[in-house]
Structures are given as C-alpha cells and as structure tokens.
C-alpha cells in the first residue's frame, strides 16, 4: 500500500471516527490505489460503492487538510464523482 493511501486512510478515520452511515463511499486517488468509506470507517480497498469520487493525490490531500471544499474541487473539475450524488454531497459535508 502506498504513504499515500495509508495517510488518506489515516486522516478520514480521525475525520470520520465513527464511519460514515450514509452508505459507502470509494475514494480513487490517481496513480495510488483506493480507500472505501463506510460504516466501519475508512480502509483501503477497490470494493464496490454507491458513489466513487476520483481525483489526483495533491487534490485529496488538500481537502483531507481543510484547504480545498469538496464542492469547490467538483465544480472545478479536479475532483470527479460517480454514483450517487446526493450521497457525494452529504461525505462532502462531513469532510468540508
């Protein structure tokens, strides 16, 4: 598993410390691998998910900081979303 991941999974479970009940969530970070969101909180994994939101490394790390708003990256066009968009929105709000 990639630093990448491993911080990615690392910084959405102390975001998210009790998961996300919402429904489940993959994150795919360009050139690294993916991390599934869901109740159990955050791991790395390519599973399956209601909604996969796409970007490239330096996107994620700067909304997992608190620099970049999820909504501000989508309508941008650095973060992509596939699936469910109301539960995209609703993960926004949790990590915004």
Known sequence: MS????AAV???????SGGFDAGSAK???EGEGAIIVDGDGARASDDDADV???AAPDVFEDILAG???PTTAFMTGKLTVEG????AM???????
Not at 10 to 16: C, Y
Not at 84 to 87: A, D, E, I, S, V
């Open 84 to 87: 469910n968009m109301g539960l």
């Open 27 to 29: 994150f795919v970070i």
């Open 67 to 69: 620099n970049l708003n």
């Open 52 to 54: 996969t939101l796409i």
């Open 10 to 16: 690392a910084a959405l479970n102390e975001k998210m």
């Open 3 to 6: 630093d990448v991941i491993t």
């Open 90 to 96: 609703q993960l926004g709000a949790v990590l915004g």
